[in-house]
């Protein structure tokens, strides 16, 4: 362990989105939006879709708005920004129309972050539903686009899931072109048991990401891709703060020891963002984590985020090299080189 102050390195929030209104206008009267939509409102149910409406309006500038953007990151403390589209289900879309959203999401995502390259990071977009497709969409986004990685949800389609060998050739691809797959949840699959006090978000967000991440941890994915860089938002979902039982049941069911090393191990060679909001849940995530698998995270600008992440992480009162880590070094580990950074990784932990 070298130390390292934390004001030494740039704040990097990997967890922020951009509003794609061209893709908006792209999907709008698709059958299939349609059909997502009448799932999503099931499933987040009358009250809180009444709710998520009447956010619109105010979110809409803050998604797109660069100045509103770069005066949020300042008020927060955060340097830098990697951001990905507003995560919106599109397993629904055709072949050919997919293949125009991942394009214009991708294009508009990297415009976007071009204007301010000391500032933000472009993450792109990928059609996981077409695994070959995705293939190709995820080669063209990092070689012309210029993203660091690109987000997925927390399974491929309805029914398959982020094991499915379908998807052997995305994570090769991945691991060669040392892209970062962000896992965002984007809906439920518990549907409308959760219509209800917005249990939809609460409780089905880190269902989902806990579950995917399970499905990769029993997989053995990292031990057959060790170089893999996967990272999940919303602090790995509730899978880290009961991974003990995942492990006890790697220990004493035939059906469960899938792997080499138990699902903590696997679990630890990912990243997760800060975004638990509390001191002492911050302290177990780095607790079940280690200190290098953590980076900071607000899911700008919604409010299931927070504007204050690096105020988050100074209050759990790490030491310098952790806080200097998670601050900026991990993300630079996850992304590779980022401006402000010197040219090897920092981050006090190595």
Same mark, same amino acid.
């Given at each position: 362990?070298?130390?390292?102050?934390?004001?030494? *390195? $740039?704040?990097?929030?990997?967890?922020?989105?951009?509003?794609?209104? /061209? #893709? @908006?206008? &792209?999907? %709008?009267?698709?059958?299939?939006?349609?059909?997502?939509?009448?799932?999503?409102?099931?499933?987040?149910?009358?009250?809180?879709?009444?709710?998520?409406?009447?956010?619109?309006?105010?979110?809409?500038?803050?998604?797109?708005?660069?100045?509103?953007?770069?005066?949020?990151?300042?008020?927060?403390?955060?340097?830098?920004?990697?951001?990905?589209?507003?995560?919106?289900?599109?397993?629904?879309?055709?072949?050919?129309?997919?293949?125009?959203?991942?394009?214009?999401?991708?294009?508009?995502?990297?415009?976007?972050?071009?204007?301010?390259?000391?500032?933000? *990071? $472009?993450?792109?977009?990928?059609?996981?539903?077409?695994?070959?497709? /995705? #293939? @190709?969409? &995820?080669? %063209?986004?990092?070689?012309?686009?210029?993203?660091?990685?690109?987000?997925?949800?927390?399974?491929?389609?309805?029914?398959?899931?982020?094991?499915?060998?379908?998807?052997?050739?995305?994570?090769?691809?991945?691991?060669?072109?040392?892209?970062?797959?962000?896992?965002?949840?984007?809906?439920?699959?518990?549907?409308?048991?959760?219509?209800?006090?917005?249990?939809?978000?609460?409780?089905?967000?880190?269902?989902?990401?806990?579950?995917?991440?399970?499905?990769?941890?029993?997989?053995?994915?990292?031990?057959?891709?060790?170089?893999?860089?996967?990272?999940?938002?919303?602090?790995?979902?509730?899978?880290?703060?009961?991974?003990?039982? /995942?492990?006890?049941?790697?220990?004493?069911?035939?059906?469960?020891?899938?792997?080499?090393?138990?699902?903590?191990?696997?679990?630890?060679?990912?990243?997760?963002?800060?975004?638990?909001?509390?001191?002492?849940?911050?302290?177990?995530?780095?607790?079940?984590?280690?200190?290098?698998?953590?980076?900071?995270?607000?899911?700008?600008?919604?409010?299931?985020?927070?504007?204050?992440?690096?105020?988050?992480?100074?209050?759990?009162?790490?030491?310098?090299?952790?806080?200097?880590?998670?601050?900026?070094?991990?993300?630079?580990?996850?992304?590779?080189?980022?401006?402000?950074?010197?040219?090897?990784?920092?981050?006090?932990?190595?």
């Amino acid at each position: 362990m070298t130390s390292a102050h934390p004001q030494d *390195v $740039p704040s990097v929030d990997l967890h922020a989105h951009l509003g794609v209104p /061209a #893709v @908006d206008a &792209l999907i %709008e009267g698709e059958p299939g939006l349609a059909r997502q939509r009448r799932i999503d409102a099931a499933a987040q149910g009358p009250a809180s879709m009444a709710v998520n409406m009447e956010q619109i309006g105010s979110l809409g500038p803050r998604l797109t708005d660069l100045d509103l953007r770069l005066e949020a990151m300042d008020r927060g403390g955060v340097d830098i920004q990697a951001v990905s589209a507003v995560p919106l289900p599109h397993s629904w879309a055709e072949r050919d129309l997919a293949e125009r959203i991942a394009a214009l999401s991708n294009e508009t995502v990297a415009e976007f972050c071009a204007k301010r390259p000391d500032r933000l *990071v $472009p993450i792109g977009t990928v059609s996981l539903q077409y695994p070959d497709l /995705a #293939v @190709d969409q &995820l080669r %063209e986004a990092v070689t012309s686009f210029g993203v660091r990685g690109v987000q997925i949800s927390t399974a491929a389609a309805p029914g398959v899931e982020l094991d499915d060998p379908s998807l052997a050739e995305f994570w090769q691809a991945a691991e060669e072109l040392g892209a970062a797959v962000l896992i965002h949840p984007w809906g439920c699959s518990l549907g409308p048991r959760l219509g209800a006090y917005y249990l939809f978000n609460t409780v089905g967000n880190p269902v989902e990401t806990a579950l995917a991440l399970s499905r990769i941890a029993f997989s053995g994915l990292l031990e057959r891709r060790p170089g893999l860089r996967i990272w999940a938002a919303h602090g790995g979902g509730y899978l880290p703060s009961y991974l003990v039982r /995942a492990d006890h049941a790697w220990h004493v069911r035939p059906d469960a020891r899938t792997t080499a090393e138990p699902p903590s191990a696997q679990l630890r060679r990912m990243w997760v963002d800060s975004l638990v909001y509390e001191p002492h849940q911050l302290r177990h995530l780095l607790d079940v984590m280690g200190p290098t698998q953590v980076t900071l995270g607000s899911d700008y600008p919604f409010d299931m985020g927070v504007d204050n992440p690096v105020e988050r992480l100074l209050a759990a009162g790490f030491d310098a090299a952790t806080v200097a880590a998670v601050r900026g070094g991990n993300a630079q580990r996850l992304l590779g080189p980022l401006p402000g950074f010197p040219s090897e990784p920092t981050g006090g932990i190595r």
